[in-house]
C-alpha cells in the first residue's frame, strides 16, 4: 500500500478543486488497522459493496474506475481529468452547517440537475471524514508500512452506510436531509470535513460528490468576578486601580476623567 496510496493523497491534494477521496480501511491485509476497527461495520459494507478483494484498490465516482490501484496511480491524472469535464447529474446544497463543540449538525439539500435521473434508483451519502490522521496517534500500528500519516479517513457515514433514499429524481426535484451527530473516534476535529455525494445504486455511478467544512463555533465559558474585583485606593483622586484576583490589574490615571466627562451616565 505504502507505494500506491501516497500517490492518490497527493493527486487528491494537488488537485482539490475538482477530486477529494474517502478511505475506506479495511481488515485485510493488516488485521490490526485502528481505523478499520474504529468502524468496522460501515467500512465492511462498503468492501462488500464494491466487492473489494485486495488493496490498495481505487474506484473513482463509482464506476468509471474500479480496479487496483497499481493501475490507477499511472493514468490518475488523464482519469480524474476527464471525469472533471462531466457536467453533474445533481446540486448539493448546505444549511446551517456546523461545529459546536462535539455536535456537527446541519441540512443537506439534493436537487436533480438531469431529466434521466427520473426514476433511478439513487442514494445520498453523507460521510464524515478526517482529513489527517497521524500513524502515531494509534498504539497499534496500521500496516507495515512507513508511512507516517492518513488522509481522507473515513469516520461515520450519515445516518449509516445505507444512505438516504431520493424521492424526488425528475429534474428539478429535491430532497432534503437533517444530520445531528455527536462526534466519535474523531483524533483531531480541525481535520474533520464531511463528504455528500449521490449515487446510483444500480449502476453505481457517482452524479455528484463535494466536500464540505463545518463552520466551527466557539464555546463560551462563563466567568464570574463578582467576588474577585476589587478597586483602590476609594476614596480615589486622579487615579484608581483595578484588580480581577487573577494577579492582574488595570490601572486608569487621569484618562478616566477625561472619558466621565466626554460620555453621559
Known amino acids: 500500500m505504502q507505494a500506491y496510496s501516497p500517490l492518490v493523497y497527493d493527486h487528491v491534494n494537488n488537485n482539490s478543486t475538482i477530486c ?120 497499534a500500528s496500521p500496516g507495515s508500512n512507513n508511512e507516517t500519516s492518513y488522509e481522507y479517513v473515513m469516520r461515520k457515514m450519515l445516518p449509516d452506510a445505507d444512505g438516504m433514499v431520493l424521492v424526488n429524481t425528475a429534474i428539478n426535484g429535491s430532497d432534503s436531509t437533517l444530520i445531528n451527530w455527536t462526534l466519535h473516534k474523531i483524533k483531531n476535529i480541525d481535520e474533520l470535513r464531511v463528504v455528500v455525494f449521490v449515487q446510483n445504486n444500480t449502476t453505481k455511478e457517482v ?27 476609594n476614596p480615589a483622586k486622579d487615579e484608581i486601580s483595578i484588580s480581577f484576583g487573577t494577579n492582574s490589574s488595570i490601572r486608569f490615571i487621569r484618562a478616566l476623567q477625561f472619558f466621565r466627562s466626554s460620555c453621559s451616565f
Open 207 to 233: 452524479y455528484q460528490a463535494q466536500l464540505f467544512n463545518p463552520d466551527k463555533i466557539a464555546t463560551i465559558k462563563e466567568v464570574s468576578f463578582a467576588n474577585s474585583i476589587s478597586i483602590y485606593p
Open 20 to 139: 477529494f477521496e474517502v478511505a475506506y480501511h479495511t481488515s485485510f491485509p493488516y488485521s490490526n488497522d485502528s481505523m478499520y476497527w474504529d468502524n468496522t461495520a460501515e467500512s465492511d459494507q462498503r468492501v462488500g459493496y464494491y466487492a473489494v478483494s485486495g488493496v490498495p484498490y481505487s474506484i473513482m465516482d463509482g464506476n468509471v474506475y474500479d480496479g487496483p490501484s497499481t493501475v490507477f496511480t499511472s493514468g490518475i491524472s488523464s482519469i480524474v481529468g476527464n471525469r472533471a469535464a462531466v457536467a453533474p447529474k445533481y446540486s448539493i446544497q448546505s444549511t446551517n452547517f456546523t461545529l459546536n463543540g462535539n455536535l456537527l449538525s446541519g441540512s443537506f439539500k439534493f436537487t436533480s440537475a438531469d431529466a434521466s435521473n427520473s426514476g433511478e434508483n439513487l442514494v445520498a451519502h453523507i460521510v464524515v471524514i478526517e482529513k489527517n490522521v497521524l500513524k502515531s496517534a494509534y498504539a
